[in-house]
């Protein structure tokens, strides 16, 4: 866990470019919408806000081995976002930034796209179980479910 740390300003831009090119990777089929996106999601502007709102980066870890590959974002003990860049998948980082949560920051609930399988089988593999709650993730028309450890 050596390579997790708490995020900085410095790493905005990292943090930015992880965030909308990994979601529009893994959710771009989920939720079919381009305008969003690549219109909507933009780096320069979510960087930006991160670096403009007090407090953007309080509940913000990343995983930095001579740069950032993968953020990870918490809140009163629920992970609220694992992302790992996906030129890095496969590497582990995803699993120590897991393990950083559960371990260090005693978190052990998360919600999760239902259509999302790949990050499903990823929580799964790292014991955590599926509570048979969904919602609405809010302003779309798709759902989240909860997990936890």
């Given at each position: 866990?050596?390579?997790?740390?708490?995020?900085?300003?410095?790493?905005?831009?990292r943090i930015a470019e992880i965030l909308i090119f990994t979601k529009r990777t893994h959710c771009r089929a989920i939720f079919c919408n381009d305008i969003v996106s690549f219109?909507?999601?933009?780096?320069?502007?979510?960087?930006?806000?991160?670096l403009e709102t007090p407090d953007a980066l309080?509940?913000?870890?990343?995983?930095?081995?001579?740069?950032?590959?993968?953020?990870?974002?918490l809140e009163d003990r629920w992970?609220?976002?694992?992302?790992?860049?996906?030129?890095f998948r496969?590497?582990?980082?995803g699993s120590a930034l897991i393990e950083y949560a559960v371990a260090q920051m005693k978190c052990?609930?998360?919600?999760?796209?239902?259509k999302n399988t790949r990050a499903i089988d990823f929580y799964l593999?790292?014991?955590?179980l599926r509570m048979g709650e969904r919602k609405l993730?809010?302003?779309?028309?798709?759902?989240?479910?909860?997990?936890?450890?």
């Open positions: 866990m050596e390579n997790i740390r708490k995020a900085t300003p410095a790493d905005v831009s219109g909507e999601m933009q780096v320069c502007p979510l960087a930006k806000k991160l309080k509940n913000i870890w990343v995983y930095d081995d001579a740069f950032v590959k993968g953020v990870l974002a992970i609220r976002e694992l992302y790992v860049d996906p030129f496969n590497q582990g980082i052990s609930r998360l919600w999760v796209l239902e593999s790292h014991g955590f993730e809010e302003g779309t028309a798709e759902y989240v479910i909860r997990m936890e450890r």
